[in-house]
């Protein structure tokens, strides 16, 4: 029986085609995220820095929006700009 499992990336590289050339990989799937395999299995996701980056900010995002809904219809305070 072979179980199937899902790879989340486009482009694919074998852990030991990774340990020869690292930077020909990260070259080559400019800014899309490549599988890591081992024995034709997902071991890891190789993403670029710009990619990470903007995953932690919609990460951020999303938690903000969590407050803000949370906080939605809550009690206001009424206050002049010039107060500010």
Same mark, same amino acid.
């Given at each position: 029986m072979t179980i #199937?499992? #899902?790879?989340?990336? *486009?482009?694919? +590289?074998?852990?030991t085609d990774l340990r020869r050339n690292p930077s020909e990989v990260?070259?080559? =799937?400019?800014q899309s995220p490549v599988a890591i395999l081992n024995h034709n299995k997902p071991a890891a996701y190789l993403i670029s =820095? =710009?990619?990470y980056?903007?995953?932690?900010?919609?990460i951020e995002d999303a =938690?903000? #929006? !969590?407050? +803000?809904?949370a *906080?939605?219809?809550g !009690? #206001? +305070?009424? +206050?002049?700009?010039?107060?500010?």
């Open positions: #199937t499992q #899902t790879i989340f990336a *486009r482009n694919t +590289v074998s852990m990260i070259e080559v =799937a400019n =820095a =710009a990619a980056e903007e995953m932690l900010e919609q =938690a903000l #929006t !969590k407050i +803000v809904k *906080r939605a219809g !009690k #206001t +305070v009424k +206050v002049k700009l010039k107060d500010l």
